[in-house]
């Protein structure tokens, strides 16, 4: 369960992104994923280049990151780039991590980082590759990264720690689906506005459209079904908690994948209890458990059935 739970923090907002220091007013999106990958319009390459999505004959998978030296999540983000970079880099993935910041910033900082940064870095060139992706795409907050396919068209879009491996692997298995990114990439925008809604104004006729929308679109998708229930469920700073709807998406996600995945058992289970349904909330528990490979995921769910137990969670 540890992508769906970084997702859902990151839906709510307890994982930071930090604010680009480039204003990007970037209201309405112009990019999409599946178009052609726009070039890297870069001043300076402080380690590693030059290298570029786009153009003929490129059969390079590139991950283009968009990050800050003075950005705490970015700097907690690039460990892990630099794992993925060794990973990959024989099956011909390359990163390139861009800054918008000065040569006198970035270059000590990459020089004091060493093996620990080991992919390419490069300076953006007043701005022009920031806006070709980050405001195009309508992001506003690093770190973000896209990834660009073999065929040179932009494959995803996403922070650097949700998924971004799963992703690479997918491409390079052949496994990779265009239009299930696409709904990831929408639901992430949507489930943020959703939560926006419901943890200001509370309920509302708006919240409660777009709320049932979102289950409606990524009903055959269980990880994005799980991670907004996650967040519905959990989430303590929503006003008013659309339990059913959480319950509802809970239920879709089990559906969809034939009541053996434990982690969506259990967060239906949880759906469950806070919608007073509690002895069906412990007899779902009691089917994930046979399930569960990991002693602490096991700790967890037998910790959440005696919790259902004694009632601390949900009603008879």
Sequence with gaps: MKQTLLIALLLAGITPL???SISQAASTSTAYLGMDAPPLQVRDWVQGGPLSPGGKGNTNIYVVEFWATWCGPCKRSIPHLSELQTRFRSRGVLFVGVSDEAQDKVAPFVKEMGARMNYAVA?????KTTAAYMTAFGET??????VVGRDQKVLWSGHPLAGLDGVLD???????DLAKSKVASQFLKEAQRYLTLVTTAGASPESDRLGRKIVSDVKDQPPLLMQFAQVILFDNRVKAKDLKLALEAAQQAIVATGRTDAGALQIYAHALAQNGQRAEAIAVLKEALPQVKQPADREKLEADMAEFQKGSIGSK
């Design 170 to 176: 997918e491409i390079l298995s052949g496994r990779f």
């Design 123 to 127: 300076l953006d060139d007043n701005g």
């Design 18 to 20: 930090c604010a680009p």
């Design 141 to 146: 907050g690093i770190p973000h990264a896209f």
